[in-house]
C-alpha cells in the first residue's frame, strides 16, 4: 500500500510558476512508475507528465519546455516545477504511483492560473 500527499497547489497569474509535491510512504517507492495527472470538470484525467524509476521522463505536448518531472527516492517524493503557467493549465492535479498490476493515487490539489 502506498500513501501519497500532494502539496503546492494554489492560485497563479498566468506567466507565473508554481511547484506541486508529493510525498509517498513506503519503502518501496524507487521501483514505482511516479506521475502527474489533472482533470477539470467534464473531462477525462489525463496525464501531464511521468517519470521511470530509472528517471526517464514523459510530457504530454502541452506543458513541453515548461512543466519538469522530478524524483527523489531517498525522500519518496516526486515534484512537478510548472513554469509559464496558462489558463488552461486550471485543473485539480494528482499524484499517481504505478506499478502493475497496481496503482496509488493522491486527494488532488487545485491549481487554478487567472488574472
Known amino acids: 500500500q502506498v500513501q501519497l500527499v500532494e502539496s503546492g497547489g494554489g492560485l497563479v497569474q498566468p506567466g507565473g510558476s508554481l511547484r506541486l509535491s508529493c510525498a509517498a510512504s513506503?519503502?518501496?517507492?524507487?521501483?514505482?512508475?511516479m506521475g502527474w495527472y489533472r482533470q477539470t470538470p467534464g473531462k477525462q484525467r489525463e496525464l501531464v507528465a511521468s517519470?521511470?524509476?530509472?528517471?526517464?521522463?514523459n510530457y504530454v505536448d502541452s506543458v513541453k519546455g515548461r512543466f519538469t518531472i522530478s524524483r527523489d527516492n531517498a525522500k519518496n517524493t516526486v515534484v512537478l516545477q510548472m513554469n509559464s503557467l496558462k489558463p488552461e493549465d486550471t485543473a485539480v492535479y494528482y499524484c499517481?504511483?504505478?506499478?502493475?498490476?497496481?496503482?496509488?493515487w493522491g486527494q488532488g490539489t487545485q491549481v487554478t492560473v487567472s488574472s
Open positions: 499517481n504511483a504505478r506499478y502493475f498490476p497496481r496503482q496509488f
Open positions: 513506503g519503502s518501496t517507492f524507487s521501483m514505482y512508475v
Open positions: 517519470i521511470s524509476s530509472g528517471g526517464s521522463t
